[in-house]
C-alpha cells in the first residue's frame, strides 16, 4: 500500500465511527493494559533509536557514512530545483560534516543541458536538505556547496558573454546577449528604487531555489577579447544565503593585486534595505566586463560602503554611504601625461530627497604636499533634464611643486560644472574655473560619441598668470613635446594672456589619441609674455626676453621676441634681438626637431665667457679666459635642438654666423698677445671655420681654425719672427739666427700641444763661437711639437737640418719656461760631427754632458779666439765633455778629449781637461784663483791644432794664465822645439848675418829645414778678441828672435815686430853691461848687431816687412832707425806697461 493510501485510510476511520463500541468497564480495563503496552513499545522504540543514533554518530565519527543509494534522491530534488533543461548527476554520496551540521557530501557533480552538453562540473561538494521533508521520508536541497569550480568567462568584443562552469574542452557555454546600443534619448533618466527593488526581490524572493550557495576554493579566469586582457582570481569564494525576508551574497577572490571582498544585503521586511560592502576592489576588477577601452588606468585600491532605504512606491528614502581609494596612481590613456600619485581619495555621499541628487560631502583627495578639499552633487536624469547634471566646488586646492626650484600652485576657488547625456555618450564640461594667487583661467569642453569614434571641442582662457604654473596645466595631449620642452626649459616670466581652441573631430581625436599628427587648424592658440628665461643648451646661460608672443596650431608651436639679453655676470652681457623659437612640425615622434635663434651682439669678453660654458665647449673646441680677450662681436646663432624623450646631449646642435673685431687676447700664444684681431666666425652642426688677420709679436699673423663635426679641431698660424721678436720670444738661440724666420704653427684645439715649423731659408745661423754655420738663403727647416701642461711642457721630436747643422731630440720646460732638461740624441755642427747632449737643469746648476765621436772643432777655434771664449750667461753651468776625436786644423786633432769644468755667473770657476795631441799629450786645469795652468808635450801640435802656427815641430808648452773679468795676462815658455821650413825666419838670417873681422860670416845660422831653438818664452795678457804680446824671445846658440805687438782675431789683423839677432849667444852678451849694454844692444835680449822687421795685416796673411840695413847700425840707433823705416812702431794700447810680470816671477 502507497503512503498516500493508507493516509487516505486513516482518514475514513475517524470521520466514519465504525467498529464494535465495548462497555464501560471492559474498556476501562483495556486501557490500563494498553497503556502498559504502549509504555513497553515506547521504551522499545526509544533503546532502538539510542542504539541506532549511537551507531549513526560513531560512523559519523569514524569517517563518511556512504549512502549512495540516496543519490537518485538528491539528483531529482536538484533537477526540480532547476528546473526540465537541466539534467543533475552526482558521485558517490556521504553523509559528512557541513558548516550547518549534518550534510550529505558527494564526490563529483555534473549539469548537462538537453543536447548532452556539459554546463557545470566541479570536483566535489555538499548539499544540505530541509530536515521537515527529511521526516516526511522526502528529499528537498535546501543548501549547495561545491569545491573547485572552474569559471571561465569571456567577453566579446561586441560586451557579449560567454560562461563556462566546467574545465573540460567540451564545456557548454552559456551566452548572454550584448547590451543594446543606446539609441535615441529616453524623456526620463533610469528609476534607482526600482533597481533596488529589483534586487531586493531577486535576493529575498521565493524564486531563489535554494536557501544557501557556497562556492569555494573556485578558479574564476576571465578574458576581455576586446583588451587582450586576460585576468585570473584564485581561491574564489562565494556565499549566497537567505532566510525569513533576508539575504546575503558575499564574494572574494585573490587577483593580480591582491585579495578583494565584495558583499550585498537586501532585507524584504519589515523595511525594504540593501547594502552594498567592498574592500580593496581594483579598477581593473570594476572595469571587467566592459569591452570598451578606458581612457585612464589607475592602480589605487576601492573600498566603499553603501546603505539604502526604500519606500513603499519604490522610491529612495535615504541614501548614505562612504568610499575610500587608498595609495596609487592615476593615468590618462596617453603616454605622454605623467602618472598623478595618489597618497588616499575619501567622500561622502547622501541622497537629497527634496532636492532629488546626490549630495558629495568631505571630499579629500592627498597625494604629498597635494591636497583637494571640495563637495558638490550629481543629479541623476529626470523627466525634466535627461541628462546627470553635476557641479561642484573647492576652495582649497593646493598642487605641489614637482621638480626641484617649483613653488606649490594654489587655488583659492575652483568650479565644476558639467552634464553627462548618457544615452547619447555626450559628455559637456560648461565650465572649469580656477582662481589662486599665480593662476586664473578657466574652460569649457564637450566630447561625445560618434558613429567614427569620439570627437572633442574644447575651449581654454587664461588671464594675467605665473608662467610656469600655467605650463604645468598646460594639457599634455596638445603639443606634447612643445609642452615638455617649455616646462623643462622655461624659467620665470609672467603670461599676461592665453587662448586656446580644440575642434577634433571623430579622425582627430583618433589621430591624437594614437600620437599621430593632427590638421593644422584644429587647434588654434595664442599667448603675451614678459620677462621670460629660457635655457636654450643645458648648462648655457638662460636667454631672458622682456616681451614674447606665441602660436600654437595642430602643427606649429612659435614663440617670438624682439629684444633680450644673456646675462653672464654682473660685467657682462649679450645682447639679443630677432629671438625666434620655433617646432615646425608638432607631429608626435620619437624625435621632433626643433629651432631656437637670435642675433647677438657683445663684447668680445662676453662672447669667450659664453663659449667657456660647457654646453658650448664641446662645440667650438676651445676657450679662453674672458679676462684675456677685449673686442667686439656680432653675428647669428641659431641652434638645431631636438625634442623628446630619447633626445641625447648630442643630439642639440648649433649654426652660427659672425664677426668679431678690433680683436685683442693676452698670453694668446708663448705670453704673447693677440692685437688687431679681425676674424669671420663659420659653425655648422658641429663644424667649424674661424680666419681672419691679426698682428702677434709686432707682425701680422694669419689664422685659421678648422674644426670637423666629429674630430677634435686645430688651429694654424702663419708669421713671420725677426731678431727682435726672436730675442722677445726667449728662445735660446735666438742670438745665433740672423734674417726673417717664417713660422707655420699647427695646435689642436682641445690640446695644450702644437707642431711648429721654422722655414730657414733666409736666415742665417752663427755665433762668435762657431763661426758661419749657415749663410741665408740656404735651405733650412726645423721642425718640432710642444706639448704644454700645468706643470710645464715638452718640446718632442726636435728636428733640425739647417746646411751642416743637424740636431735631433728633446727638451722639458718649466711652468715658468724655463728648460728643465734636454737630450739630443744626434747633434752635428758640422757634416763629421757625431755628438749627444744631454741637458739638466738642478737646483744648484745646470748640468751639461757632451759625448761624442768625432766633432769638427776648427769653426769653435776660430769663435774662441776671436771671442774670447764661451759667452758669458747668468746660468751656473757644470760640463762633462769626453769625445773620441776632436778635429782642428793642421790637421790636427784631439785624442780622447776630455773636459770636465764648472762656470757660475758665467765665468769659469774650475776646470780639467786632458786629451792626446800629436806625439804628446795636453792637459790642463785651473784652480778657484781663476789661474789656469796647462801644459802640452807636443807644442808644434798644439800651434798647428789651434791654427796659430804651422812651423813648429815638438816642443814642451808650459802657460799660465790668470783669468778676470776683463781677460786675462799669462805666461808661455816652449822648450825644446823646430822651426820647419820657416822662410820668414830664412829671410831674417840673410838679412842679419853679422861680420867677422871685417867680413860677413858665410856659416849659415839655420838648418837646411828645421832649425832648432832651446826656448820660446812670451808674456802675453788676452782680452775678448784678442792676444797682446811683451818681450817675446825665442833664441838658440847661434840666433835670437824678439817680439812684441798684438793679434787682434776680432778684426782679423796682426801687427808684431822685434828684431832678429844673429849669434845671439855672443851678440847678447854686451847687452848684459850696465848703461853700455843698453845703448850699445838695444834690449835685454837683444846684441850690438839685429835685424828689425814687422809683420803687419791679416791674420791669415801677414806681409814681413825687413830693413836689411838696421843691421849695420847697433842698439840704440837700430831703434831710432826703426821708428824711422818703420819696422818700429809705436807701442800698442795694450803695451808692456800692463805686462803681466808678477805672473812670469
Avoid at 318 to 325: E, W
Avoid at 738 to 757: Q, Y
Avoid at 1001 to 1027: E, V
Avoid at 1082 to 1099: A, S, W
Wanted: proline share 6%.
Amino acid at each position: 500500500m502507497t503512503r498516500s493510501k493508507a493516509r487516505a485510510a486513516i482518514q475514513h476511520l475517524l470521520h466514519s465511527g465504525g467498529g464494535h463500541t465495548p462497555a464501560r468497564r471492559r474498556r476501562l480495563g483495556l486501557s490500563r493494559n494498553g497503556h502498559r503496552i504502549f509504555v513497553g513499545v515506547a521504551t522499545f522504540v526509544l533503546l532502538a533509536a539510542t542504539i541506532a543514533v549511537g551507531a549513526v554518530g560513531y560512523l559519523y565519527a569514524v569517517g563518511p557514512i556512504n549512502l549512495r543509494s540516496l543519490n537518485p534522491r538528491i539528483e531529482q530534488s536538484l533537477q526540480e530545483r532547476l528546473g526540465p533543461r537541466y539534467a543533475v548527476s552526482i558521485g558517490k554520496t556521504s553523509i559528512a560534516r557541513g558548516e550547518g551540521g549534518l550534510a550529505f557530501a558527494f564526490s563529483s557533480i555534473s549539469i548537462h543541458d538537453q543536447a548532452g552538453r556539459a554546463v557545470l562540473s566541479a570536483p566535489g561538494g555538499r548539499v544540505g536538505l530541509d530536515v521537515w521533508s527529511l521526516l516526511q521520508f522526502t528529499i528537498k536541497v535546501k543548501q549547495l556547496d561545491l569545491d573547485g569550480l572552474d569559471l571561465r568567462l569571456r567577453v566579446r568584443p561586441d560586451g557579449a558573454l560567454s560562461i563556462a562552469a566546467a574545465a573540460d574542452a567540451d564545456t557548454a557555454t552559456i551566452e548572454l546577449p550584448a547590451p543594446t546600443p543606446p539609441g535615441a534619448e529616453s524623456t526620463a533618466g533610469p528609476d534607482f528604487g526600482l533597481v533596488a527593488i529589483g534586487l531586493i526581490d531577486a535576493m529575498t524572493g521565493a524564486s531563489q531555489s535554494l536557501d544557501r550557495v557556497d562556492l569555494t576554493h573556485g578558479h574564476l579566469e576571465v578574458l576581455n577579447e576586446a583588451l587582450d586582457k586576460r585576468t585570473v582570481y584564485d581561491d574564489f569564494k562565494l556565499t549566497f544565503a537567505k532566510d525569513a525576508g533576508t539575504a546575503a551574497i558575499a564574494v572574494e577572490a585573490r587577483g593580480p593585486q591582491g585579495r578583494w571582498s565584495a558583499e550585498a544585503r537586501a532585507r524584504n521586511a519589515p523595511e525594504r534595505t540593501v547594502s552594498l560592502v567592498a574592500h580593496d576592489l581594483d579598477y581593473d576588477d570594476i572595469r571587467l566586463f566592459n569591452a570598451n577601452r578606458p581612457p585612464f588606468e589607475a592602480d589605487m585600491p576601492i573600498s566603499f560602503r553603501l546603505e539604502a532605504k526604500l519606500g513603499a512606491n519604490s522610491a529612495i528614502e535615504n541614501l548614505q554611504g562612504r568610499f575610500t581609494l587608498g595609495a596609487g596612481y592615476f593615468k590618462l590613456d596617453d603616454p605622454d601625461h605623467e602618472p598623478f600619485l595618489v597618497d588616499e581619495a575619501t567622500g561622502d555621499v547622501v541622497w537629497d530627497a527634496a532636492a532629488g541628487r546626490y549630495r558629495f560631502d568631505n571630499l579629500q583627495l592627498l597625494s604629498g604636499a597635494t591636497h583637494i578639499f571640495a563637495a558638490g552633487w550629481a543629479a541623476p536624469p529626470s523627466h525634466a533634464e535627461p541628462a546627470w547634471v553635476s557641479h561642484f566646488e573647492s576652495s582649497d586646492t593646493v598642487f605641489a611643486a614637482e621638480r626641484p626650484g617649483e613653488l606649490p600652485i594654489k587655488f583659492d576657488k575652483a568650479t565644476f560644472d558639467a552634464h553627462f547625456y548618457a544615452g547619447q555618450g555626450r559628455f559637456v564640461l560648461d565650465r572649469l574655473a580656477l582662481q589662486g594667487p599665480t593662476v586664473t583661467g578657466e574652460a569649457s569642453a564637450e566630447t561625445a560619441n560618434a558613429p567614427g569614434g569620439a570627437t572633442l571641442k574644447m575651449n581654454l582662457r587664461v588671464g594675467p598668470s605665473v608662467l610656469a604654473d600655467v605650463l604645468r596645466l598646460w594639457p599634455s595631449f596638445i603639443n606634447a613635446d612643445a609642452r615638455a620642452w617649455c616646462i623643462q626649459h622655461l624659467h620665470g616670466g609672467q603670461l599676461l594672456s592665453a587662448s586656446m581652441k580644440v575642434d577634433w573631430d571623430a579622425a582627430a581625436f583618433d589621430a591624437a589619441a594614437h600620437k599621430h599628427a593632427v590638421p593644422a587648424d584644429s587647434v588654434r592658440g595664442e599667448f603675451s609674455a614678459r620677462d621670460v628665461a629660457a635655457d636654450l643648451l643645458p648648462g648655457m646661460p638662460p636667454l631672458q626676453v622682456t616681451d614674447a608672443t606665441g602660436l600654437i596650431t595642430g602643427r606649429q608651436f612659435t614663440a617670438s621676441a624682439k629684444n633680450g639679453a644673456i646675462e653672464l655676470s654682473p660685467a657682462r652681457r649679450i645682447l639679443a634681438s630677432d629671438i625666434v623659437y620655433r617646432v615646425p612640425d608638432t607631429a608626435p615622434a620619437a624625435i621632433v626637431p626643433a629651432e631656437a635663434s637670435a642675433r647677438l651682439q657683445g663684447s668680445a669678453d662676453a662672447l669667450a665667457d659664453l663659449l667657456s660654458r660647457d654646453a658650448l665647449k664641446r662645440y667650438v673646441g676651445f676657450a679662453f679666459d674672458p679676462a684675456t680677450v677685449k673686442g667686439q662681436f656680432d653675428g647669428i646663432l641659431a641652434i638645431d635642438l631636438k625634442l623628446g624623450k630619447g633626445v641625447k646631449p648630442e643630439d642639440q646642435q648649433f649654426r652660427a654666423q659672425g664677426t668679431l673685431s678690433n680683436l685683442k687676447v693676452d698670453r694668446f700664444l708663448a705670453g704673447e698677445k693677440l692685437d688687431q684681431g679681425a676674424l669671420t666666425v663659420n659653425a655648422d652642426h658641429g663644424a667649424l671655420k674661424i680666419s681672419g688677420q691679426g698682428q702677434i709679436y709686432g707682425t701680422p699673423v694669419a689664422l685659421d681654425v678648422t674644426k670637423g663635426a666629429s674630430d677634435e679641431g686645430a688651429i694654424v698660424m702663419t708669421f713671420t719672427l725677426d731678431g727682435a721678436a726672436r730675442a722677445k720670444l726667449g728662445i735660446p738661440i735666438s742670438a745665433l739666427i740672423g734674417g726673417p724666420t717664417p713660422i707655420r704653427l699647427k695646435a689642436p684645439l682641445s690640446k695644450g700641444s702644437a707642431e711648429i715649423e721654422v722655414d730657414l731659408a733666409r736666415a742665417s745661423i752663427e755665433s762668435p763661437q762657431t763661426g758661419m754655420l749657415k749663410p741665408a738663403g740656404k735651405p733650412g727647416k726645423a721642425t718640432f711639437s710642444v706639448k704644454t701642461t700645468d706643470d710645464g711642457g715638452a718640446t718632442t721630436a726636435i728636428v733640425v737640418d739647417a746646411g751642416a747643422v743637424s740636431a735631433r731630440g728633446d727638451a722639458q720646460f718649466n711652468s715658468d719656461g724655463g728648460l728643465e732638461s734636454a737630450k739630443l740624441t744626434q747633434l752635428k755642427l758640422s757634416s763629421g760631427d757625431e755628438l749627444r747632449v744631454d741637458v739638466q737643469d738642478t737646483p744648484s746648476a745646470v748640468k751639461a754632458t757632451v759625448r761624442g765621436v768625432a766633432l769638427d772643432a776648427r769653426g769653435l777655434i776660430k769663435g774662441f779666439l776671436g771671442a774670447g771664449g764661451p759667452p758669458s750667461a747668468g746660468k751656473d753651468v757644470d760640463v762633462d765633455v769626453k769625445i773620441a776625436n776632436v778635429v782642428g786644423a793642421g790637421p790636427q786633432s784631439l785624442k780622447d778629449f776630455e773636459m770636465d769644468g764648472v762656470w757660475r755667473g758665467g765665468a769659469m770657476r774650475s776646470m780639467q781637461a786632458k786629451a792626446r795631441i800629436g806625439d804628446g799629450v795636453f792637459s790642463a786645469q785651473q784652480d778657484d784663483q781663476s789661474v789656469l795652468h796647462a801644459k802640452v808635450t807636443d807644442a808644434g801640435a798644439l800651434a798647428r791644432f789651434l791654427d796659430i802656427y804651422n812651423h813648429m815641430q815638438g816642443g814642451t808648452l808650459d802657460l799660465t794664465l790668470r783669468q778676470d773679468a776683463s781677460g786675462g795676462q799669462g805666461v808661455a815658455q816652449i822648450s825644446d822645439f823646430d822651426l820647419r821650413d820657416e822662410a820668414a825666419l830664412r829671410r831674417l838670417a840673410a838679412a842679419g848675418q853679422a861680420p867677422v873681422d871685417g867680413k860677413v860670416d858665410s856659416t849659415p845660422p839655420l838648418g837646411a829645414n828645421d832649425t832648432h831653438f832651446d826656448t820660446l818664452s812670451a808674456r802675453f795678457s788676452r782680452t775678448p778678441g784678442r792676444l797682446d804680446l811683451y818681450e817675446a824671445l825665442i833664441f838658440n846658440v847661434r840666433i835670437g828672435l824678439t817680439t812684441s805687438g798684438y793679434i787682434d782675431f776680432a778684426h782679423d789683423h796682426v801687427d808684431l815686430n822685434g828684431t832678429f839677432v844673429p849669434a845671439y849667444q855672443v851678440n847678447n852678451l854686451i847687452t848684459h853691461i850696465p848703461v853700455f849694454g843698453q845703448l850699445l844692444g838695444g834690449g835685454d835680449h837683444e846684441g850690438i848687431f839685429g835685424v828689425n822687421y814687422r809683420i803687419v795685416g791679416p791674420v791669415s796673411g801677414p806681409t814681413l816687412n825687413v830693413n836689411p840695413l838696421s843691421a849695420m847700425t847697433p842698439g840704440i840707433l837700430r831703434k831710432i832707425f826703426g821708428a824711422v823705416d818703420g819696422t818700429t812702431p809705436p807701442p800698442p794700447p795694450g803695451d808692456q806697461s800692463s805686462a803681466p810680470r808678477s805672473i812670469m816671477r
